[in-house]
Nanobody, 120 residues
Framework: QVQLVESGGGLVQPGGSLRLSCAAS????????MGWYRQAPGKQRELVAV???????NYADSVKGRFTISRDNAKNTVYLQMNSLKPEDTAVYYC??????????????WGQGTQVTVSS
């Protein structure tokens, strides 16, 4: 009932930048939090950054000062600007969103994932 479409991943050299986007669509009444997680090979999925409907943000320590999360509430879209990328940022990045549907039930949805590779 809620679809998430991610874009913006790719291959970048260390020190470079990428911007991820994730647009939510469907029978959405409201969205509470939107965030990004990542999963590297052989590792568990971890939180990268999250932003609430009011604009409050939370970041993993490993990305603070380098990544910035933002959202466009009118478009139900969340962005992740990634600067000063490091090889250890290489992972599949997943969008996550939580909110309420038009029928008043709550939902949690995941995107399909987008690969980010940082390598020279």
């Amino acid at each position: 009932q809620v679809q998430l479409v991610e874009s913006g991943g790719g291959l970048v050299q260390p020190g470079g930048s990428l911007r991820l986007s994730c647009a939510a669509s469907g029978s959405i009444f409201s969205i509470n939090a939107m965030g990004w997680y990542r999963q590297a090979p052989g590792k568990q999925r971890e939180l990268v950054a999250v932003i609430t409907s009011g604009g409050s943000t939370n970041y993993a320590d490993s990305v603070k000062g380098r990544f910035t999360i933002s959202r466009d509430n009118a478009k139900n879209t969340v962005y992740l600007q990634m600067n000063s990328l490091k090889p250890e940022d290489t992972a599949v990045y997943y969008c996550n969103t939580r909110g309420t549907l038009a029928n008043t039930s709550v939902f949690t949805s995941w995107g399909q994932g987008t690969q980010v590779t940082v390598s020279s």
